[in-house]
Structure formats: C-alpha cells, structure tokens
C-alpha cells in the first residue's frame, strides 16, 4: 500500500519532471530559432498555467542596444514580432510536454535583466490533477 507521502512525492516528482522537460525543450526551440538559447530556464506548473523564465536572452548586440532608450524599443519590438511569429510552435510544445490545451499565451522580455518570461493558460488545472495521482 502506498502512503500519502509517497503518492506526494511521485506527483512532486512528475511535477519537477514535466517542468523540467518544458525548460529543456524551450531551450533547444530557442536555440534552433535564434542560434542560441537562454543561458537559464526555469518553468513552473501552477494551477491552470504554465510559466516560464529565461535568464541571459539577450545577445551581445542586443545587449549594446539597450543602453540607450531607441535601441531598447527596437529591441522590444523586434522580441515581439518574432515571438508573434513562432508562438505556435511554443504553444505545441506545452501541449505535446503537458497533453494539455493551451488556450492563450503571453510573453515579456525585461531588457533591464535580460530576462523574458513566457504564460501559458491551459485547459485544465494541471498542478491539482498532479497533486491528485
């Protein structure tokens, strides 16, 4: 028979592996697009979304650009027309990772940090279906 704790602790460990699983895959997806991926990833599983966090996105030319307030804007604007492009593609690999639905997705890149973060809303609360096995 198994104990609570055990039943806890698989779903914790489901839990860690399928976000893990996103990290890894976002980061490839990005590094295949762009050439090179964030430097770290970290993605969380709460309730009904799935939330991302890319630390290091920013390239060397990039980086240069948002020292001044025009080329910080430009590359805002450029980050968003590209995530515009290939937002499919990020809602596909939630939705093959998670076998959830994405219903919307959002995304904002801080130039100040160099950091962007990526919300996912799926279907379903994927956290308490975890939580439940």
Same mark, same amino acid.
């Given at each position: 028979?198994?104990?609570?704790?055990?039943?806890?602790?698989?779903?914790?460990?489901?839990?860690?592996?399928?976000?893990?699983?996103?990290?890894?895959?976002?980061?490839?997806?990005?590094?295949?697009?762009?050439?090179?991926?964030?430097?770290?990833?970290?993605?969380?599983?709460?309730?009904?979304?799935?939330?991302?966090?890319?630390?290091?996105?920013?390239?060397?030319?990039?980086?240069?650009?948002?020292?001044?307030?025009?080329?910080? *804007?430009?590359?805002?604007?450029?980050?968003?027309?590209?995530?515009?492009?290939?937002?499919?593609?990020?809602?596909?690999?939630?939705? *093959?990772?998670?076998?959830?639905?994405?219903?919307?997705?959002?995304?904002?890149?801080?130039?100040?940090?160099?950091? *962007?973060?990526?919300?996912?809303?799926?279907? *379903?609360?994927?956290?308490?279906?975890?939580?439940?096995?």
């Amino acid at each position: 028979m198994i104990s609570k704790w055990e039943e806890y602790s698989v779903a914790v460990s489901t839990k860690k592996k399928i976000e893990a699983d996103l990290s890894e895959a976002f980061i490839k997806f990005q590094r295949d697009l762009l050439g090179r991926g964030p430097q770290e990833a970290r993605t969380y599983i709460v309730g009904d979304m799935v939330i991302s966090r890319f630390k290091g996105v920013l390239t060397v030319e990039e980086r240069h650009l948002v020292t001044h307030d025009k080329g910080r *804007r430009i590359v805002k604007e450029m980050r968003q027309v590209l995530r515009e492009m290939y937002s499919q593609e990020s809602e596909e690999i939630v939705q *093959r990772i998670t076998g959830c639905k994405v219903l919307s997705s959002h995304s904002d890149i801080s130039t100040k940090m160099g950091e *962007r973060i990526e919300v996912f809303i799926i279907d *379903r609360d994927l956290e308490k279906i975890l939580e439940d096995k």
